[in-house]
């Protein structure tokens, strides 16, 4: 098993150009996220994705858009990148155990730094 | 103010010292608690998970819920310098998770 993969592992962009992080999981899990992570500010979700055809905000949503392809798939768009984007992107992905599914772990990808210019 | 607060550290010991690590909370319907731990240029992996006040104990580490005060910690015994990493706490309701700022740890031999 992969896990969590992710690609690109690191880009630069300039401004106003856009481009698509890529994100994807085998191991049948139903939920997937999307956090960016800056210093001094810890890991802040930008979209989920509780079920295949299903997305919803985060806690940071604008100037990204997300697709859930199919459940194993879960892409982060950005269309017209911004300076204030520089950031490491991680896509994550959840299981449920436990008897009563009280057990919740997020399987985290290895992330993709992104420099915008 | 935040929901989750952490020290952002760095929290330097060594070798063999215990350390301790805490974050407070404000929301009241968070309902479970982890702890990840994230080496450089990774991604974080889970540490621990607690859904109850009280303590739980896995190896050297052992986490600790106290919902009355919204206070929650991880106790590192003996640290190595392997364990030298950032640490996050972590708390969810319903399907997201809400995270600290993390803690630098740094364990010198």
């Known amino acids: 098993n992969a896990g969590v993969t992710q690609t690109p592992k690191f880009q630069v962009l300039k401004t106003g150009q856009s481009m698509t992080l890529q994100c994807a999981q085998d191991?049948?899990?139903?939920?997937m996220y999307w956090y960016r992570q800056d210093p001094g500010m810890g890991l802040r979700l930008i979209y989920y994705?509780?079920?295949?055809?299903?997305?919803d905000k985060g806690e940071v949503p604008n100037g990204y858009n997300v697709s859930r392809l199919n459940k194993r798939e879960f892409s982060l768009r950005l269309e017209s990148a911004a300076p204030s984007q520089t950031s490491v992107y991680f896509c994550?992905?959840?299981?449920?155990?436990?008897?009563?599914?009280?057990?919740?772990?997020?399987?985290f990808g290895p992330g993709t730094r992104l420099l915008v210019l | 103010q935040k929901e989750v607060e952490q020290d952002p550290g760095p929290l330097s010991v060594p070798e063999g010292a215990i350390v301790s690590l805490n974050c407070t909370y404000s929301?009241?319907?968070?309902?479970?608690f982890m702890w990840y731990r994230q080496y450089s240029r990774k991604g974080p992996e889970l540490l621990m998970y607690?859904?109850?006040?009280g303590n739980k104990e896995d190896g050297r580490f052992t986490a600790q819920v106290d919902k009355s005060s919204k206070y929650i910690s991880l106790f590192i015994r003996d640290s190595q310098p392997s364990d030298s990493a950032t640490y996050l706490c972590?708390?969810?309701?319903?399907?997201?998770?809400?995270f600290g700022k993390g803690t630098m740890l740094l364990v010198s031999p």
């Open positions: 994550a992905s959840r299981a449920v155990t436990g008897g009563d599914g009280s057990q919740e772990t997020q399987y």
């Open positions: 972590a708390m969810s309701v319903f399907s997201t998770l809400t």
């Open positions: 607690t859904y109850s006040s």
């Open positions: 994705s509780a079920s295949e055809g299903t997305t």
């Open positions: 929301n009241s319907a968070f309902q479970y």
């Open positions: 191991m049948n899990h139903n939920s």
